[in-house]
């Protein structure tokens, strides 16, 4: 794994307890440098959440703040993977970022991709409904975002 270049952490693994209190209470972490895996199921909706760095350098980021690709196009790359996806925006700092959300046989899962001069971070969660999926990655981004991607 190629460490974050853009990011302000490279190392996941100072945030494996705020990551865990975040969760909920009953949650547990292991951690590792470029993943976090937390799973809850004492949480509503028993969500698992796995958090990963990584590099994107294939243009995405670029095609994305110049316009050239649109959340809307993303969106309908997502709708051909699974009909019932849906995307939307997520604030980032000086990175960019979007949430998409979609279900599954016997759950559903919500995605967040955080890009910043070619760093990547995703932040997926598999859970029993739509809005376990969605508040499990919505709360950690929320929280977590401002320590990894910096200023």
């Not at 951690?31 to 994107?56: F, H, K, S, Y």
């Not at 980032?92 to 979609?102: C, V």
């Not at 932040?123 to 809005?131: L, V």
């Amino acid at each position: 794994m190629a460490l974050a270049q853009g990011f302000a952490i490279h190392d996941l693994t100072s945030l494996a307890e705020p990551a865990r209190t975040i969760l909920g209470d009953g949650a547990t972490a292991q951690a590792q440098p470029g993943q976090l895996i937390l799973t809850c199921q004492a949480c509503q909706g028993a969500p698992t959440v796995a958090l990963q760095l990584g590099r994107l350098t294939d243009g995405t980021e670029d095609r994305i703040r110049s316009g050239k690709t649109t959340l809307a196009a993303l969106e309908t790359l997502c709708l051909k993977q699974n009909p019932d996806c849906r995307l939307t925006s997520l604030p980032a700092g000086p990175a960019i970022g979007w949430i998409s959300l979609y279900a599954f046989t016997g759950g559903a899962g919500s995605t967040a991709v955080i890009l910043r001069d070619g760093d990547l971070l995703t932040i997926e969660a598999k859970a029993m409904s739509r809005g376990a999926a969605e508040d499990a990655v919505q709360r950690l981004a929320q929280a977590l975002l401002p320590r990894i991607v910096g200023r």
